[in-house]
């Protein structure tokens, strides 16, 4: 979904990074977590140090700042601690990025995201953002809704993907994760554009560009994995994979990985879905935990 407004988009994302950071950044640090210009992150924070809602010391780190003091308190979804301890282990197992979304009311909510250390960072979706639910996106917690939820999200599909969908949730029922690649030939192209927007941030120059390499980016990686693609030997691109996260018997989040590789070995592939299983796992173990504190 693109910004109404990226320049206060921007300024939000500095603050959610900044906020649920475990220690101060540089705005080097800011620049490539959050996949902005250098320049542009530190306007920013300048212009945030001014008003009192980040503070720098003596390092030239930023951390929350004095004013934040005076918020009132909001009903927005913040994860745990322990929910984004264990996203930042998945982050680090698959050396990628991790995502965890809120599927509800046809919609797609991010909730948190994390980074691996030294990873490649594609910029997406930012913490608090919500696009209308739509196939293949909400994959993961699916076989685990209602009959009528399941029809109003296949229905979403357009052609070929359509007659897979039924396909994609038997998958997704058999592994506990769904699994995505680019066709062979499209592979290079999400290199080239996954390298594109890691290599000059978040802006690609104007808003209206990323937006349009983002859903290009989005429309080459969504083609769903069979069994017998994943099982094979053969050496295959993988863009995202992504799984269910319980609260009791519901699946209400869905928490995704975006190696975004061109060429992974049936070792490492296994080895993207042992991550991103077990990861899942540790997340429904801490709502449990959660829910039952409360």
Do not use: N
Not at 179 to 190: E, K, Y
């Amino acid at each position: 979904m693109e910004s109404a407004s990226p320049p206060t988009r921007r300024v939000i994302e500095v603050m959610e990074l900044l906020t649920r950071a475990d220690r101060p950044l540089t705005a080097t640090e800011v620049a490539s977590a959050l996949g902005l210009a250098r320049a542009t992150v530190t306007a920013v924070l300048a212009e945030l140090d001014d008003a009192g809602w980040v503070r720098r010391d003596r390092d030239r780190r930023f951390g929350p700042g004095p004013a934040l003091a005076g918020l009132r308190p909001v009903d927005a979804e913040v994860p745990s601690a322990a929910v984004s301890a264990e996203l930042r282990a998945l982050a680090v197992a698959a050396h990628c990025g991790v995502t965890l979304s809120r599927i509800a009311d046809g919609r797609l909510t991010v909730v948190a995201k994390e980074y691996a250390p030294g990873g490649r960072i594609v910029p997406g979706l930012a913490v608090g953002q919500s696009i209308p639910l739509g196939y293949p996106a909400g994959a993961a917690v699916m076989p685990w809704r209602s009959e009528a939820e399941r029809r109003v999200w296949s229905a979403s599909a357009t052609g070929p993907a359509r007659r897979g969908a039924p396909a994609l949730l038997r998958f997704v029922t058999t592994h506990r994760c769904a699994v995505f690649r680019p066709d062979s030939d499209d592979a290079g192209l999400v290199d080239v554009l996954a390298e594109l927007l890691g290599a000059v941030g978040g802006e690609v120059v104007q808003p209206e560009l990323r937006a349009r390499v983002l859903r290009q980016l989005a429309r080459l990686t969504a083609r769903p994995y069979t069994d017998t693609e994943l099982d094979s030997a053969e050496t295959m691109p993988v863009s995202y994979l992504s799984a269910p996260v319980f609260d009791g018997a519901a699946a209400p989040y869905e928490v995704q990985i975006g190696p975004l590789r061109s060429a992974v070995s049936g070792s490492e592939r296994a080895g993207y879905v042992a991550a991103i299983r077990a990861g899942a796992e540790a997340l429904s173990g801490v709502l449990r935990a959660d829910s039952c504190s409360r």
